[in-house]
């Protein structure tokens, strides 16, 4: 049977919850265990779909086209696994199916209640992750013990322990020892609080993650053991890594992996653990020394979570390649006509991600164009390539005024547009194409080059498309359509053109796939091209001191 570690958090948020999680997750895969992960969101949304980016950073689909928590994106990247849906969710989705239940008549007359209706429905979509195939199910509860919301979850999985037994389950508690200046000295009261919290709910943990800037005394070690009565090697200590690729390496010199295997009872010599592949990942990522500046043309720039899934994309592909990819966050408003130019120009590439809404549309337009004419290497994504198309519409195929319908619904060119005119959109959740949708790539194309094949999958979110009836006047233009939907053959996947180092995009979101060891191909395709901007610009700027 599946083994379960639940992951909580106190003292703060931000503590990086999910990196810890995920990277004992790389760690336990490690062991040659097979592990899967899941978020409990105790927010009542009933997915993230609906939150604002700015508020909750990006939301991160899956194959099954849910969506999902930014976290569950760090636990594909380090778990290299993919998740589904149901590794997410959240009290509205618990409510709601509870709720639905009741309507049914399936509680039999019985007055619902927390405990024990909502509780054993957390603790069903817990059990459900266990599956033969898995030996080890992680759970992040989201959230800090101490908020109100957290409380039904917290009784769930105290409860769970009892059912599936001891040697089953494992709880670790993420806690911040603080170091205070004025006294000089790493403080442990906020752990001790913390725990004194986790345990008002009846959950002891069974390892204790500290986060801290600096490495603390053993001694402190020692005082939170005694003082949490935990077994001291279970007090893990887990300083700020120069970056988040150490994090796994930085856990299991402290012991992490060791002391969880031995709690779960999965410690035989089967289960040693080999790092050398990570330790490869981290090589490449501390040998990336040229250095490649990629804007992220956005509109939620002041909250990078909010790309988080893209700046990563950017960052594998720079790390097999050598290069050091530097993301510039530029504000899409402020990417006008003759202000194009100096915002652009330094750049090595650009990306034109995802987004709704009208604000900075325009100046992804702008870019777009900038890009093109000036042939600065430019990847767009979903909304991206709305803006690329209309680029191209208005300025290369004469369709003035050419527009995306989400942003002017009376354009008399409405190149991007809904296809599904029959579904009137009256709720706002889960009304878009999303998930795997497989594309057929135009043999020859671009695109086919750098994916090395001419059937792919990629993830999708959006519900506007490029619209049919205008690809005939497009293409005549110039615009490549590399790439269709592959059953309906119409919707346009992948755009692209010939006599450009780099003008690509696609209607999906192919930053969700992409691994710290296996890059995306199309963010790769950026970074070379980008690699090769910044090389030829060097010795130019060489010359020109010769001049002088
Ligand atoms: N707003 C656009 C649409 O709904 C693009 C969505 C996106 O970029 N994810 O089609």
Same mark, same amino acid.
């Given at each position: 049977?599946?083994?379960?570690?639940?992951?909580?958090?106190?003292?703060?948020?931000?503590?990086?919850?999910?990196?810890?999680?995920? #990277?004992?997750?790389?760690?336990?895969?490690?062991?040659?265990?097979?592990? /899967?992960?899941?978020?409990?969101?105790?927010?009542?949304?009933?997915?993230?779909?609906?939150?604002?980016?700015?508020?909750? +950073?990006?939301?991160?689909? /899956?194959?099954?086209?849910?969506?999902?928590?930014?976290?569950?994106? !760090?636990?594909?990247?380090?778990?290299? *696994?993919?998740?589904?849906?149901?590794?997410?969710?959240?009290?509205?989705?618990?409510?709601?199916?509870?709720?639905?239940?009741?309507?049914?008549?399936?509680?039999?007359?019985?007055?619902?209640?927390?405990?024990?209706?909502?509780?054993? @429905?957390?603790? @069903?979509?817990?059990?459900?992750?266990?599956?033969?195939?898995?030996?080890?199910?992680?759970?992040? &509860?989201?959230?800090?013990?101490?908020?109100?919301?957290?409380?039904?979850?917290?009784?769930?999985?105290?409860?769970?322990?009892?059912?599936?037994?001891?040697?089953?389950?494992?709880?670790?508690?993420?806690?911040?020892?603080?170091?205070?200046?004025?006294?000089?000295?790493?403080?442990?009261?906020?752990?001790?609080?913390?725990?004194?919290?986790?345990?008002?709910?009846?959950?002891?943990?069974?390892?204790?993650?500290?986060?801290?800037?600096?490495?603390?005394?053993?001694?402190?070690?020692?005082?939170?053991?005694?003082?949490?009565?935990?077994?001291?090697?279970?007090?893990?200590?887990?300083?700020?890594?120069?970056?988040?690729? %150490?994090?796994?390496?930085?856990?299991?010199? *402290?012991?992490?992996?060791?002391?969880?295997?031995?709690?779960?009872?999965?410690?035989?010599?089967?289960?040693?653990?080999?790092?050398?592949?990570?330790?490869?990942?981290?090589?490449?990522?501390?040998?990336?020394? %040229?250095?490649?500046?990629?804007?992220?043309?956005?509109?939620?720039?002041?909250?990078?979570?909010?790309?988080?899934?893209?700046?990563?994309?950017?960052? !594998? =592909?720079?790390?097999?390649?050598?290069?050091?990819?530097?993301?510039?966050?530029?504000?899409? @408003?402020? &990417?006008?006509?003759?202000?194009?130019?100096?915002?652009?120009?330094?750049?090595?590439?650009?990306?034109?991600?995802?987004?709704?809404?009208?604000?900075?549309?325009?100046?992804?337009? =702008?870019?777009?164009?900038?890009?093109?004419?000036? +042939?600065?290497?430019?990847?767009?994504?979903?909304?991206?390539?709305?803006?690329?198309?209309?680029?191209?519409?208005?300025?290369?195929? +004469?369709?003035?005024? =050419?527009?995306?319908? %989400?942003?002017?619904?009376?354009?008399?060119?409405?190149?991007?547009?809904?296809?599904?005119?029959?579904?009137?959109?009256?709720?706002?959740?889960?009304?878009?194409?999303?998930?795997?949708?497989?594309?057929?790539?135009?043999?020859?194309?671009?695109?086919?080059?750098?994916?090395?094949?001419?059937?792919?999958?990629?993830?999708?979110? !959006?519900?506007?498309?490029?619209?049919?009836?205008?690809?005939?006047?497009? @293409?005549?233009?110039?615009?490549?359509?590399?790439?269709?939907?592959?059953?309906?053959?119409?919707?346009?996947?992948?755009?692209?053109?010939?006599?450009?180092?780099?003008?690509?995009? /696609?209607?999906?979101?192919?930053?969700?796939? #992409?691994?710290?060891?296996?890059? !995306?191909?199309?963010? #790769?395709?950026?970074? =070379?091209?980008?690699?090769?901007?910044?090389?030829?610009? /060097?010795?130019?700027?060489?010359?020109?001191?010769?001049? +002088?």
């Amino acid at each position: 049977m599946s083994k379960f570690v639940f992951v909580t958090g106190g003292v703060s948020s931000s503590l990086g919850k999910g990196l810890t999680a995920s #990277s004992l997750g790389r760690l336990l895969k490690c062991r040659g265990l097979r592990v /899967t992960m899941c978020k409990l969101d105790p927010y009542i949304n009933v997915d993230p779909g609906t939150l604002n980016p700015f508020e909750h +950073g990006e939301v991160f689909v /899956t194959d099954d086209g849910g969506e999902t928590d930014l976290d569950l994106g !760090h636990y594909e990247r380090f778990i290299d *696994e993919n998740l589904h849906r149901d590794s997410n969710a959240t009290t509205g989705q618990i409510y709601s199916a509870v709720i639905a239940k009741e309507r049914r008549g399936d509680y039999l007359g019985k007055t619902v209640q927390v405990i024990p209706h909502i509780t054993d @429905e957390i603790k @069903e979509r817990v059990r459900r992750l266990g599956r033969d195939d898995v030996d080890v199910v992680i759970v992040e &509860v989201g959230g800090t013990v101490g908020d109100i919301e957290i409380v039904p979850f917290l009784e769930a999985i105290r409860q769970f322990r009892r059912e599936v037994g001891r040697d089953n389950v494992c709880y670790l508690h993420l806690t911040l020892v603080p170091f205070l200046p004025t006294a000089g000295e790493h403080k442990t009261k906020p752990t001790q609080h913390s725990v004194t919290e986790l345990r008002s709910r009846g959950i002891q943990p069974d390892v204790i993650v500290c986060r801290s800037e600096q490495p603390f005394p053993d001694s402190l070690k020692r005082k939170i053991s005694l003082l949490c009565d935990v077994a001291p090697e279970a007090v893990v200590s887990a300083v700020d890594a120069p970056s988040i690729y %150490e994090i796994p390496l930085v856990l299991h010199a *402290e012991g992490l992996d060791a002391i969880v295997c031995d709690l779960l009872r999965l410690d035989g010599p089967e289960h040693e653990a080999d790092l050398s592949g990570w330790v490869r990942v981290l090589d490449r990522v501390n040998a990336a020394h %040229e250095v490649v500046r990629v804007g992220v043309i956005g509109k939620y720039v002041n909250l990078p979570d909010a790309y988080l899934s893209v700046a990563e994309a950017l960052r !594998h =592909a720079g790390f097999s390649l050598g290069a050091r990819v530097e993301v510039e966050w530029v504000q899409a @408003e402020a &990417v006008t006509g003759m202000l194009a130019a100096a915002t652009l120009d330094g750049l090595d590439a650009i990306v034109i991600p995802g987004g709704f809404g009208e604000r900075g549309f325009e100046g992804k337009v =702008a870019s777009a164009a900038y890009a093109r004419e000036h +042939g600065v290497p430019c990847l767009g994504l979903c909304l991206g390539l709305h803006a690329m198309v209309v680029d191209y519409a208005r300025n290369v195929a +004469g369709l003035a005024g =050419a527009n995306s319908r %989400e942003m002017d619904p009376v354009t008399p060119y409405g190149v991007i547009d809904l296809m599904n005119d029959q579904l009137e959109v009256v709720e706002k959740g889960g009304t878009m194409r999303l998930g795997a949708y497989v594309a057929r790539l135009q043999p020859g194309s671009r695109v086919a080059e750098l994916y090395g094949e001419e059937t792919i999958s990629e993830r999708h979110r !959006h519900r506007y498309e490029v619209n049919p009836r205008y690809r005939g006047r497009l @293409e005549e233009a110039g615009l490549v359509c590399s790439g269709v939907e592959s059953k309906d053959n119409r919707l346009v996947e992948f755009i692209e053109l010939r006599e450009h180092p780099f003008w690509i995009a /696609t209607q999906a979101h192919p930053e969700f796939k #992409s691994r710290p060891d296996r890059p !995306h191909p199309l963010f #790769s395709g950026l970074v =070379a091209c980008a690699l090769e901007r910044a090389q030829s610009r /060097t010795p130019r700027l060489l010359d020109l001191d010769a001049v +002088g």
